[in-house]
Structures are given as C-alpha cells and as structure tokens.
C-alpha cells in the first residue's frame, strides 16, 4: 500500500491515517502494474481477507481485467 500521484491505473483497497498527522486521512491500494501475475490474501481468521478480495475483483471486472479466483470455502 504506497502513497503517491496516480499516474497508472491504481486498486484503491481503503482508507487510513498518517501515523505522522493522525488528522489527516489518506487513501490507501497499490498501482496495478505491481501485481501482473498472481495475487495472494493472507492473514489469520476474521481480518477481512474476503471482503477486501471482493473489493479488489470487483475493480478488476470494472476495468475489463480477467479475474479468477479460488475459493475452496465458498465466501466469496
């Protein structure tokens, strides 16, 4: 999650605070170009691994993207 002018598409995940002006809310995700291949959630139980999955397809299906997604739990 970086910090920094779009200049490519971008995958926005949330919003958070600058630990350095706890005022100031700053949006949070990544450029696309820094996941051109697989894509892997980790974290332990009830951190919003589904939910924050759901948000990033979704994104991907917006912007014409092929998505696929394995889901052995069926959460999603």
Do not use: N
């Amino acid at each position: 999650m970086f910090r920094h002018k779009r200049q490519e598409p971008w995958t926005g995940v949330g919003t958070g605070i600058h630990l350095d002006h706890p005022q100031t809310v700053i949006e949070l995700g990544f450029p696309d170009s820094y996941r051109k291949g697989h894509f892997w959630c980790f974290g332990t139980t009830r951190v919003g691994k589904t939910r924050i999955m759901e948000h990033i397809i979704e994104q991907d299906i917006k912007k014409g993207y092929s998505v696929v997604a394995i889901d052995p739990k069926g959460d999603i």
